[in-house]
């Protein structure tokens, strides 16, 4: 999540078909990947009701945006673009470190869902945490230091903790997935550094452009961590960058710059709904900016960006 809007009115029309049993493409298996190639490699859910999974500290359902936005509610959006998998993505506004519902997609749709979760890192043994969680079908940690007072966020990295979390992710392949501003890549670069087995993921190109600037200096220090052979790159969350709203064509120059520097094989598409479905956005708009929009790229490069990396650094367990 980069902004809040209101929900777009196309998918909105396809959440509401969904629950009036008229959407299309829900009326096959639920469970069914036939016609569907593509992963979605970051989106947020929430139930509309807080009994059996408690929100967050001081929050309440009223403070939910939108009402609800479930699994079923997402695919329905989803399916149609051809996305059949989805990287569900602990939504700490809400829920914190509690990954329960997330958990509890993945069991019940387990070719589906996989989670990128979260552990508390100044708890005790987050290590042990991860290998439990991945049972469990969490293959990533969301890593940020946003969830922190400002007082700490320039340490962020620095706790035992944190590098407990690192050196399990070498051992178990679970990604640290850093949900961080360009400022603080030079910080995650001295972790890869120190762990250079541990599968790293950058999520929203660090949010270069979210103030409406691609500076170039920012993005040469995005490229710099392909020099560390596990680092990845989403391509993601473009209705909060650049001019925030489709057909979101002036991200492509960057976009090009990381597959320059990565390489296709590490760059993944993400939309991050809800969010990529409200206001003036939407989420064909998100998908057929890589689908049908980036030109130069081979059909294998674009099997790379809209699954196949996903599907390597997340789908492993």
Same mark, same amino acid.
């Given at each position: 999540?980069?902004? $809040?809007?209101?929900?777009?009115?196309? &998918?909105?029309?396809?959440?509401? !078909?969904?629950?009036?049993?008229?959407?299309?493409?829900?009326?096959?298996?639920?469970?069914?990947?036939?016609?569907?190639?593509?992963?979605? !490699?970051?989106?947020?859910?929430?139930?509309?009701? !807080?009994?059996?999974?408690?929100?967050?500290?001081?929050?309440?359902?009223?403070?939910?945006?939108?009402?609800?936005?479930?699994?079923?509610?997402? =695919?329905?959006?989803?399916?149609?673009?051809?996305?059949?998998?989805?990287?569900?993505?602990?939504?700490?506004?809400?829920?914190?470190?509690?990954?329960?519902?997330?958990? /509890?997609?993945?069991?019940?749709?387990?070719?589906?869902?996989?989670?990128?979760? =979260?552990?508390?890192?100044?708890?005790?043994?987050?290590? *042990?945490?991860?290998?439990?969680?991945?049972?469990?079908?969490?293959?990533?940690?969301?890593?940020?230091?946003?969830?922190?007072?400002?007082?700490?966020? *320039?340490?962020?990295?620095?706790?035992?903790?944190?590098?407990? =979390?690192?050196?399990?992710?070498?051992?178990?392949?679970?990604?640290?997935?850093?949900?961080?501003?360009?400022?603080?890549?030079?910080?995650?670069?001295?972790?890869?550094?120190?762990?250079?087995?541990?599968?790293?993921?950058? /999520?929203?190109?660090?949010?270069?452009?979210? $103030?409406?600037?691609?500076?170039?200096? $920012?993005?040469?220090?995005?490229?710099?961590?392909?020099?560390?052979?596990?680092?990845?790159?989403?391509?993601?969350?473009?209705?909060?960058?650049?001019?925030?709203?489709?057909?979101?064509?002036?991200?492509?120059? =960057?976009?090009?710059?990381?597959?320059?520097?990565?390489?296709?094989?590490?760059?993944?598409?993400?939309?991050?709904?809800?969010?990529?479905?409200?206001?003036?956005?939407?989420?064909?708009?998100?998908?057929?900016?890589?689908? &049908?929009?980036? /030109?130069?790229?081979?059909?294998?490069?674009?099997?790379?960006?809209?699954?196949?990396?996903?599907?390597?650094?997340?789908?492993?367990?």
């Amino acid at each position: 999540m980069l902004t $809040d809007q209101s929900l777009n009115r196309r &998918d909105a029309l396809a959440v509401g !078909a969904l629950a009036l049993g008229l959407a299309p493409m829900v009326a096959q298996a639920a469970d069914s990947l036939e016609g569907l190639p593509w992963i979605d !490699a970051h989106s947020h859910i929430w139930p509309p009701i !807080a009994d059996k999974f408690p929100l967050a500290p001081g929050k309440t359902v009223k403070d939910l945006s939108p009402p609800s936005f479930t699994d079923d509610e997402l =695919m329905a959006i989803a399916r149609p673009e051809g996305v059949g998998r989805v990287v569900l993505i602990q939504h700490s506004v809400y829920h914190l470190f509690d990954n329960s519902y997330l958990v /509890d997609a993945v069991r019940r749709h387990p070719k589906l869902f996989r989670v990128q979760g =979260m552990v508390d890192d100044h708890l005790p043994h987050p290590g *042990a945490t991860m290998k439990e969680l991945l049972r469990q079908g969490v293959t990533g940690f969301r890593i940020t230091p946003f969830i922190r007072p400002e007082s700490e966020q *320039a340490g962020w990295l620095d706790t035992g903790g944190m590098h407990d =979390m690192w050196k399990t992710g070498a051992e178990t392949r679970q990604a640290m997935c850093c949900l961080i501003n360009a400022a603080n890549l030079p910080g995650v670069a001295g972790m890869c550094a120190k762990y250079p087995e541990t599968p790293v993921v950058i /999520d929203h190109f660090a949010r270069i452009g979210v $103030d409406g600037q691609m500076r170039e200096t $920012d993005i040469a220090a995005l490229c710099s961590l392909a020099k560390f052979k596990h680092a990845t790159v989403k391509i993601s969350a473009f209705y909060a960058l650049g001019r925030k709203t489709p057909p979101h064509v002036e991200l492509i120059p =960057m976009i090009k710059k990381l597959l320059d520097a990565f390489g296709p094989q590490r760059l993944m598409w993400a939309s991050d709904c809800p969010y990529q479905i409200q206001g003036g956005n939407n989420y064909r708009a998100s998908i057929t900016l890589i689908r &049908d929009r980036l /030109d130069g790229i081979s059909e294998s490069d674009k099997q790379w960006l809209l699954a196949k990396t996903a599907e390597k650094v997340f789908f492993f367990a």
